[in-house]
């Protein structure tokens, strides 16, 4: 992410209002390893506020049934590029075999030696916990976390009663909206309208008190 941190500064982006959109934990590792870029080089960016979409999620824990379930998806986002003509059928299935014998099926026997599964850290931290925690380092910036009650990834229990709880005991700042019956990373093909009015609230709401 030093790269990215780079052309933000060339940009002058670092010097102005920033809202960081994180689309699922994936998201939140890419802000995590921008934020840890930015701190390393002693910069400091402006970050007015954070969308929360379809994250931050617990830390994922092997079983067979996920690793089936997570090869699928894998398989089905491999096909997606099939069909778009950006890669072959062949390698849509070489992908997936790659995924599941150098990740799925080593964690799977990592679990059965009864030793941790060290996922996507970044210096020791889980990305769904980095956005957990968040607000104990940014206590004052605003958040809104967008989700749903049929995530298969982000149990709504899991956020409303532990990322959420966290904040309402301390009174950090921010906003929940709990979409129905729209998948992981859904929310706007399926509420599109709500999704961006609440989108384009929380900014300009930010917006109006810098």
Sequence with gaps: MDNVLTQLDEYNICNRPVYVHCLSDTGV???QGLDV????SGKDLNIQGVVWDSCCG????????RVLVFTAVWFLCCLQDWTGGEASLKDCFVSSYEMLRDIFIPALVIKWEGKP??????EGVWAGDFGRDYYKN???TP????YSNTDFYL??????????AMRQNVGAPFRAVKFKGSAHVAHLRNHYKTY???????????LTSC
């Design 29 to 31: 590792m890419c802000y």
């Design 117 to 122: 599964n060290p996922f996507c850290l970044i």
């Design 155 to 164: 149990p709504h229990q899991y956020l409303e009663n532990t990322v959420l």
């Design 143 to 146: 958040e809104l976390f967008l």
């Design 58 to 65: 617990p830390y994922p824990q092997v079983t067979v049934l």
């Design 138 to 140: 940014r206590f004052a």
């Design 196 to 206: 961006m009015d609440e989108i384009i609230g929380f900014v300009m709401k930010g």
């Design 37 to 40: 870029a930015a701190r390393r």
